[in-house]
């Protein structure tokens, strides 16, 4: 099981972390490096790949590029890439092609708050897109659901923190 091989795999890590959102937490969810492991990978996209819908995913980089790359595969569907900035060559903060009125799900590696993943979700929208669901490895549940509800998103996660800390 997913969350069994996550926590035994050391992608929980327990002390002092400031995390994205600016929070100080005692527990640190390292997807990025779990998605070093190519076991763990492909278990993520098998995962994913029973819950997604749209014919085309997108996550914001760094972390979500391992899992929507693998999930790509796994379905085989495209998918793009949301860069956090961008200051040269096209200015786009798009990497891969979009259709305005296509549907596309994200994937988020960790979500808490909801901030990162709704900006990569906002950028979309700019792009013409539609954008109804979200996905991500864990849920810290942390506001991160609310705030993607109140923004038109269901978010979808494999796994809630509640289920790796008991």
């Known amino acids: 099981m997913l969350s069994e091989d996550l926590v035994k795999s050391g992608a929980i ?3 002092d972390f400031i995390l994205t959102s600016g929070k100080r937490s005692d527990y640190y969810v390292d997807i990025k490096e779990a998605a070093t492991d190519p076991n763990l990978l492909s278990e ?4 994913f790949s029973k819950m ?3 014919r085309k995913i997108a996550g914001m980089e760094l972390g979500a590029v391992p899992l929507i790359v693998a999930t790509s ?3 085989g569907i495209p998918y793009v890439i949301v860069r956090k900035e961008r200051s040269h060559g096209t200015l786009s903060l798009i990497v891969g092609r979009l ?9 988020e590696d960790v979500v808490t708050t909801g901030n990162s993943v709704l900006k990569a979700i906002n950028v979309l929208r700019e792009n013409g897109v539609v954008v109804k669901d979200a996905y991500c490895v864990v849920d810290r549940e942390e506001g ?7 923004n038109g998103i269901k978010l979808h996660p494999i796994v809630r923190i509640s289920e790796l800390k008991r």
């Open 144 to 150: 991160g659901a609310k705030l993607l509800e109140n």
């Open 73 to 75: 595969l796994n379905m």
């Open 99 to 107: 259709n305005r009125g296509e549907e596309v799900d994200v994937i």
């Open 13 to 15: 890590k327990f002390g």
């Open 44 to 47: 993520i996209a098998s995962e």
């Open 52 to 54: 997604i819908h749209a």
